[in-house]
C-alpha cells in the first residue's frame, strides 16, 4: 500500500479549498478537512489552532492566485490585468467573495497584494489618498462584478436569450419602454454576453483615473 504524504500547513488548506469548492463555505470544518484528507481532525491541531485559523488561511490562499502588479508596467494595465485575475479567481471559487470579506486577521499574501497594489500606483506618480481612492473604486467593481455574475438567472456566457425570451411576455414595450429597448438593440440577435461587460466598465473607471491623474499632474 503506498504510503500516504504527510500533513502540511498547505495540504491542509489545498483540502480546504476542495471541501469548500464542492459544498461552499458552509462545509469547511476541520472534521470535513480532515476526512478529505484521511486523517482525524485532531491531527490538524498541529498545524492549525482551529477553524478561525483555517479560515484565515483560507482568505490569504486567495490572494495567493491574484497575479500580483508589476511596477515596471504602466499603471493602467497594471491595474487592468490585477483586476482580470482577481475577476477570474473569484468567479473560480464563488465561496471566495464573502469570506475575505469577513476575515479580521489579514495574511502574508493578501498583506502583500495591498502593499504591492499601493506601491504600483505611487510609483507611477499617484498620491496617497488618489492611490487609496483608486484600489478601493477598482476593487469594488471587481467584487460587484463577480457577485452578480454569480448570481445571474442564466449563465453569465451564453443563456441570455433563453432567459429574454422566457420573460419577454412581462417587458411590455408600453409598460418598460427602456427595458424593452435594452433587450431588442443591445441583447437580442447580437451575440450579447454579459461577462463582455467588465471590461468596458472598468475601461470607464480607468478613463475617470486617468483624468483625476491627470488634474494631480497639473496642479502639482
Known amino acids: 500500500m503506498p504510503r500516504r504524504p504527510g500533513l502540511s500547513h498547505d495540504r491542509i488548506i489545498d483540502a480546504a479549498v476542495q471541501v469548500a469548492d464542492r459544498g461552499g463555505l458552509a462545509h469547511v470544518s476541520m472534521r470535513s478537512v480532515g476526512k478529505e484528507l484521511g486523517v482525524e481532525a485532531m491531527s490538524l491541531y498541529h498545524h492549525l489552532a482551529g477553524k478561525d485559523a483555517l479560515l484565515d488561511a483560507l482568505a490569504n490562499w486567495i490572494f495567493t492566485g491574484i497575479e500580483l502588479p508589476d511596477s515596471r508596467q504602466p499603471w493602467r494595465q497594471a491595474m487592468t490585468e490585477r483586476a482580470a485575475s482577481a475577476r477570474a479567481i473569484l468567479s473560480r471559487h464563488p465561496w471566495a467573495l464573502g469570506l475575505i470579506e469577513s476575515r479580521r486577521t489579514p495574511g502574508p ?19 496617497m489618498t488618489l492611490a487609496s481612492h483608486v484600489f478601493s473604486a477598482i476593487d469594488s ?17 451564453t443563456g441570455v436569450e433563453e432567459f429574454v425570451g422566457e420573460i419577454q411576455e412581462q417587458l411590455s414595450p408600453d409598460a418598460y419602454p427602456h427595458l424593452a429597448e435594452l433587450i431588442t438593440e443591445h441583447v437580442m440577435h447580437r451575440d450579447y454576453s454579459y461577462s ?22 497639473t496642479s502639482g
Do not use: M, Q
Not at 499574501?109 to 498620491?127: K, Q, S
Open 109 to 127: 499574501a493578501l498583506l502583500r497584494h495591498h502593499d504591492t497594489v499601493l506601491g504600483c500606483l505611487r510609483r507611477n506618480g499617484f498620491p
Open 141 to 157: 467593481y471587481v467584487y460587484g462584478f463577480v457577485l452578480t455574475e454569480l448570481n445571474l438567472p442564466f449563465d453569465a456566457d
Open 196 to 217: 463582455d461587460e467588465f471590461d468596458y466598465g472598468l475601461d470607464l473607471i480607468l478613463d475617470s483615473v486617468e483624468s483625476r491623474l491627470a488634474d494631480h499632474k
